[in-house]
């Protein structure tokens, strides 16, 4: 009982740090769209690729080894600090030479002196590896609710006060940077970690004997996801790839609220469970039907509402991005039904299966970047669509096989919710199609949209709705409570 009651403290406080720091970002870069030009996120993007690969190798899986291992102290935490150190100079070197031939592939001269400023985010990368692992190991999520809160701000004030002044694509990159460092600096004062001066090789052997398929399995994922990025950047124009940055970052910031909020909170649990398949089963169901409750049907609204949201929010400048957004809302709904069991094989020290979905997930993807190719741009998300509906069904298998995760029990995990959110769905859509795109409006189409959700979980006696609404109620108690005092 004391377990479960820690869980759902700290998936509240999770939730809210994560949607209320994810509103602020949202806020941010909705203005930021309405001041700078595609061009500028498109290059944003074609830098943060290499960023975010950069940063694989920095982490190396070993931020999940440290959360993994039952024993893991501070000569585990220091010898992973230290091996981050090594590898993130190294890496930041290379890119620092590596930016002229970067720049001279996609024909962008900004993108040298850019990716080299940007990529000393890379340097703070050690610091953040330890910092998220203790507060994955030790459920310190209130603590990262600060953390966030002043990164976030921090980047709001720099990127639109640059954005007014002028500054382009600097605003972003000067932005992104100020944001990494400021959160960092705040982890730094109210987590207690000070480094030492100890490093075990045998130490990290063998937590590198966990790390490595995690590592691989993380480059297979970024790769996949960075294909669309290279690919479109290169053979369409810097442009065209700031419309699907942006179609791509509204239902991300969505999606990902709850989903790193689900999986930093259970994955602990996950491990310490790890030798019991039966607790696993129940934790992978209870987290499925959580997650897809929340994420389907706000996928699905935000598909139904994609030309008002671009056109309202970005202006008709962004028009473009409106049919890819639609399409990417559907994935995510249906990426959704994944991410728990990812975190199950991770916690569970099988990270083999985590490398075969990403392997899997890679070829698949590249598969409809090739079809998209000869048939045409738009027909890239359609098939992209068509490959994470596979890659569902293909982890579906693997839960059988693995956790004896009955077909029957997964399907009753997520269709219920998707039953929910479907009839709402359709009538977001004829409302969207029928009436005039303005702010008025849109938000009629959303109050009607959750008013049919909400009305179809009372009548069907959700257990998800009824989960919700009670801790929902006892988040406003407590902080009711707080403000008294």
């Known amino acids: 009982m004391k377990e479960r009651k820690q869980i759902y403290n700290s998936l509240s406080w999770k939730l809210i740090e994560r949607f209320s720091t994810q509103e602020v970002q949202l806020v941010i870069q909705i203005i930021l769209a309405r001041l700078l030009l595609p061009n500028d996120f498109g290059i944003l993007a074609i830098l943060l690729i290499f960023l975010n690969f950069s940063n694989i190798f920095i982490q190396s899986g070993l931020n999940i080894a440290l959360v993994q291992k039952k024993d893991s102290d501070e000569i585990d935490f220091s010898s992973v600090f230290w091996t981050s150190c090594i590898i993130s100079s190294i890496l930041y070197l290379f890119l620092y030479f590596f930016a002229p031939t970067v720049g001279d592939f996609y024909r962008i001269p900004e993108i040298v002196s850019s990716i080299r400023v940007i990529g000393i985010s890379l340097l703070i990368g050690p610091l953040n590896t330890i910092y998220n692992a203790l507060i994955m190991k030790k459920m310190l999520f209130k603590k990262q609710f600060l953390s966030t809160v002043v990164g976030n701000v921090g980047y709001g004030v720099i990127g639109i006060t640059m954005a007014l002044l002028n ?135 935000m598909s139904a509402l994609s030309e008002p949201i671009i056109r309202i929010l970005l202006t008709d400048k962004w028009i473009l991005a409106i049919p890819i957004m639609q399409i990417i809302c559907i994935e995510y709904s249906i990426s959704s039904i994944h991410t728990t069991s990812i975190q199950a094989y991770a916690a569970t020290g099988k990270s083999s299966l985590v490398l075969h979905v990403e392997i899997t997930r890679l070829v698949l993807f590249g598969l409809s970047l090739l079809a998209g190719f000869f048939l045409g741009f738009y027909y890239i998300f359609y098939f992209r669509l068509i490959s994470v509906f596979l890659l569902a069904i293909y982890i579906i298998f693997i839960n059988i096989k693995t956790f004896d995760y009955e077909l029957s029990q997964q399907i009753k995990s997520v269709f219920p919710n998707f039953f929910l959110s479907i009839p709402m769905y359709l009538i977001a859509m004829i409302l969207t199609n029928t009436l005039d795109i303005n702010i008025i409006n849109t938000i009629f189409i959303v109050a009607v949209s959750i008013i049919v959700y909400v009305a179809l979980a009372v009548i069907s006696k959700n257990d998800d709705f009824k989960f919700f609404y009670h801790h929902f109620i006892k988040i406003l108690k407590s902080i009711r409570t707080q403000i008294r005092r």
């Open 167 to 301: 500054f382009g694509l600097w605003a972003l990159v000067i932005a992104h940077l100020s944001s990494i460092i400021l959160s960092t600096i705040t982890l730094m004062f109210i987590i207690k970690w000070k480094v030492s001066l100890v490093y075990s090789i045998s130490r990290m052997r063998q937590m590198f004997s966990f790390s490595w398929k995690m590592l691989l399995s993380s480059i297979l994922f970024v790769s996949s996801d960075s294909l669309y990025g290279l690919f479109i950047g290169k053979y369409y124009s810097s442009e065209t790839l700031g419309f699907y940055n942006r179609a791509n970052k509204f239902p991300l910031i969505a999606s990902s609220s709850f989903n790193s909020a689900i999986s930093a909170v259970i994955f602990p649990v996950l491990t310490s469970k790890q030798d019991n398949t039966s607790a696993i089963r129940k934790i992978l169901y209870d987290a499925t039907r959580k997650s897809t409750f929340i994420i389907v049907p706000l996928m699905l609204g």
